[in-house]
């Protein structure tokens, strides 16, 4: 008051320290090798994390000469030292996880059960949310999205919706579910019988059939419920209550070991020291936000999803890594201002395996696009780039980067939202010189050929991030 400064009486409240979070997340269309980038910072970290999407995702990873596919664990899982979180953010189709998991047990995952931890707020995909999935493209036809069909849309929009079911759900109340549904079933049939049965009584017991299924209703299976909000849409949908509500009440014994509230865990497990390692799903241009909407998936694939889909503020965010492909991919349909519909996209599909790991769909490709990056990196905020793949350019005598994208001879400076106008943006390319050399067992930056490195130092020249990059940039 009067130009005094009072002091506070109020004790300032020291915070403890908190170690902050790793993030790994895909900078393109997906399939960047972040399953590669994980499985390597893995070795380091004590949990490694999923935060969003579903069993749409796929990673490959090669362990002395085993193949192991991830489509819902986090990669890291293979660290024996590592606790593998599943989100709350992330969508689970039950039946998928625990065939994932035996098929990599088959290969020499060991000891996953004592390092599995799974979110009791994340909802669950069920199989008739994949089918909706594919009934949906069908009917799009043409303008179909080319999803996964793993039933991420509908999950995410029962979510969204508020009548989805979470694996909280299942474990809590699933007995009173089962009772409730199998009510309604049982008197539904009797009142049915007694209506058709006794004609004199038909309008007495329409009246009372009326009373008693909406008193009913309120208590009806959830599960019930959320099927038939798909059946009204869709009425070739058939679901088969009884028999999914039976082997869910197993899947929901099985799934309980490993079901936790991973915030508390997590934050518990900061507070202590200990390093977590985020995994980002499918990639920041397939964000719903951010990417070319409508030909995106469902979540949040940036730096937004990690913190809604594990309890994380944003002040426990560490180092941002945006794993760039040396080239540009993607599966599905949708605008691609480089893609290359030649000879040259077709050596890069092959050279680089581009094969989709859930999809098996061979992937576009084209040429890298600096603006889509400047575009992703704004969003995410990189604090450095993890460059993948650029052995896969070793035959090019030339090769070609977009550096800006351009309407009616004017350069853009923003990313356009419709996908429309992404779809005809006109491009403006630079090219560089190819290295012709086989560059595939360089471990050491400096020992790659000179055109190598300069390819690698235009895109942080472009990008303007800091060159960390060269520790991963030899990975192939
Ligand atoms: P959804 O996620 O199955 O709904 O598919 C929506 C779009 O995202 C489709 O174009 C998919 O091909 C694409 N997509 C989803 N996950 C991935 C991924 O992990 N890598 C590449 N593309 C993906």
Request: proline share 4%; with cysteine; hydrophobic share 35%.
């Amino acid at each position: 008051m009067n130009g005094q400064v009072l002091s506070s009486p109020r004790k300032r409240v020291k915070r403890d320290p908190v170690s902050k979070v790793t993030v790994v997340l895909g900078a393109q269309w997906g399939d960047e090798g972040k399953g590669k980038v994980v499985d390597m910072l893995a070795t380091e970290v004590d949990i490694v994390c999923r935060c969003q999407g579903g069993n749409n995702a796929g990673h490959t990873v090669v362990v002395d000469s085993t193949e192991y596919d991830f489509h819902l664990l986090p990669s890291g899982i293979i660290n024996p030292k590592c606790k593998s979180v599943i989100g709350n953010g992330v969508v689970i189709h039950l039946p998928g996880l625990f065939d994932e998991l035996e098929k990599n047990e088959a290969k020499g995952l060991a000891n996953w059960e004592d390092r599995l931890l799974i979110s009791d707020r994340a909802h669950i995909v069920f199989d008739f949310h994949q089918q909706v999935d594919g009934l949906q493209e069908l009917e799009k036809g043409q303008k179909s999205l080319g999803t996964t069909k793993k039933g991420i849309g509908p999950t995410y929009s029962s979510k969204a919706t508020r009548n989805g079911i979470r694996v909280a759900d299942l474990l809590g109340d699933f007995d009173q579910f089962i009772e409730n549904g199998c009510m309604v079933y049982d008197i539904t049939l009797i009142i049915d019988w007694i209506a058709g049965n006794r004609e004199i009584m038909v309008r007495f017991w329409s009246g009372v059939l009326w009373v008693v299924s909406h008193a009913l209703s309120s208590c009806k299976c959830r599960f019930q419920s959320l099927a038939s909000v798909y059946q009204r849409m869709f009425p070739d949908l058939q679901v088969n209550v009884e028999a999914e509500i039976v082997r869910y009440k197993a899947y929901a014994e099985r799934v309980r070991p490993y079901v936790v509230d991973t915030v508390s865990y997590l934050h518990s497990a900061l507070k202590k020291g200990q390093r977590v390692l985020v995994e980002g799903a499918n990639a920041a241009m397939l964000d719903i936000d951010f990417g070319t909407y409508p030909y995106v998936t469902s979540s949040n694939c940036s730096i937004g999803g990690v913190c809604t889909g594990l309890g994380l503020p944003p002040c426990h965010i560490g180092e941002v890594i945006g794993v760039v492909k040396a080239y540009t991919t993607r599966v599905g349909d949708g605008p691609f201002p480089s893609e290359l519909k030649d000879e040259i996209g077709e050596l890069l599909q092959t050279r680089g395996s581009e094969v989709g790991v859930t999809t098996k769909r061979k992937r576009r490709c084209g040429w890298l696009d600096i603006p889509l990056l400047q575009y992703t990196a704004v969003v995410n905020g990189y604090s450095a780039l993890c460059l993948t793949k650029l052995d896969i350019l070793d035959t090019l005598s030339e090769i070609k980067m977009v550096v800006a994208y351009k309407k009616k001879g004017k350069v853009l400076d923003y990313f356009p939202a419709n996908a429309a106008e992404v779809g005809c943006v006109e491009v403006e390319y630079e090219t560089l010189p190819g290295w012709n050399s086989n560059i595939e067992n360089i471990r050491e930056y400096d020992k790659l050929p000179e055109c190598a490195r300069k390819y690698v130092e235009r895109i942080e020249d472009l990008l303007q991030i800091p060159g960390e990059s060269k520790t991963f940039s030899s990975m192939g």
